[in-house]
């Protein structure tokens, strides 16, 4: 199959045929159709050695394999919409992830916007679940017009706080009050007297 490899120069990658997944126990191979690209993994390529293979988000269909394991796996029938996150490797046609690994893409929503979800959405999610009980508290958000941003926003909207976003220049803000911000900030420094530890928050 064809996939992206580093070419060992800085950051670079190439076009190149790479062996099919080898499909363990437990793993649902998926034809990719599309991938999302990471801060991280393209920080990881400028250092990696040739032939390193990046890719963490992916989004695509489960596979027509012979062996039946997606079915064992995961329930999952060939065909069906997933979208996923692996150790490494998405910038593939095919990889291969344990079957917790993924979630059914919801109708309506497109395998190029699926693949934008698990890493930045993830990294959000997990950043807020941290401070508990969001209803009703303030909320603010730095970097809020980057990747992992927006979807802080949007998921603090969800869990009923009341955000503020930090942008690092006017522009930035573009699209966050339909996002649900009650205010945009421009620079830290605008709201840095107004930040209290939360009364019972945790530091971690
Ligand atoms: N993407 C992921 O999946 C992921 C996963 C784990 C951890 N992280 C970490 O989460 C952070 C955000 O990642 P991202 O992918 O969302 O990056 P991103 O899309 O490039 O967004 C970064 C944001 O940070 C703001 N920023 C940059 N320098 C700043 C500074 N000196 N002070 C205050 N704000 C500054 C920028 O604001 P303006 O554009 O408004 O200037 C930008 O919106 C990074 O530290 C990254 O390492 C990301």
Redesign the pocket.
């Known amino acids: 199959m064809r996939a992206l490899s580093a070419t060992g120069d800085d950051g670079l990658v190439e076009l190149v045929r790479v062996p099919e997944p080898s499909v363990a126990a437990g793993e649902v191979l998926v034809d990719v159709q599309a991938v999302s690209v990471?801060?991280?993994e393209l920080h990881r390529l400028t250092s990696a050695t040739a032939g390193w293979r990046p890719g963490w988000d992916f989004a695509g269909v489960v596979a027509d394999q012979e062996s039946g394991t997606a079915r064992a796996a995961g329930h999952l029938l060939p065909g069906t919409r997933v979208f996923g996150i692996a150790d490494g490797g998405s910038w593939a046609e095919r990889v291969a992830v344990p079957a917790a690994r993924l979630a059914v893409i919801p109708d309506g929503l497109t395998v190029e916007w699926a693949a934008t979800l698990p890493?930045?959405g993830l990294?959000a999610l997990r950043t807020l679940r941290m401070a508990g009980d969001l209803a009703g508290a303030r909320v603010l958000v730095?970097?809020?017009?980057?990747?992992?941003?927006r979807f802080a926003v949007q998921l603090a909207r969800r869990f009923k706080a009341e955000v503020t976003a930090?942008?690092?220049?006017p522009e930035?803000g573009e699209g966050l009050a339909a996002l649900g911000t009650a205010e945009v900030v421009v620079g830290?420094e605008g709201v840095g007297g107004r930040i209290r530890p939360r009364p019972g928050g945790r530091r971690r």
């Not at 730095?142 to 941003?149: D, F, H, N, P, R």
């Open positions: 990471n801060r991280g890493t930045a990294t730095t970097g809020a017009a980057g990747g992992v941003g930090v942008v690092g220049r930035r830290v």
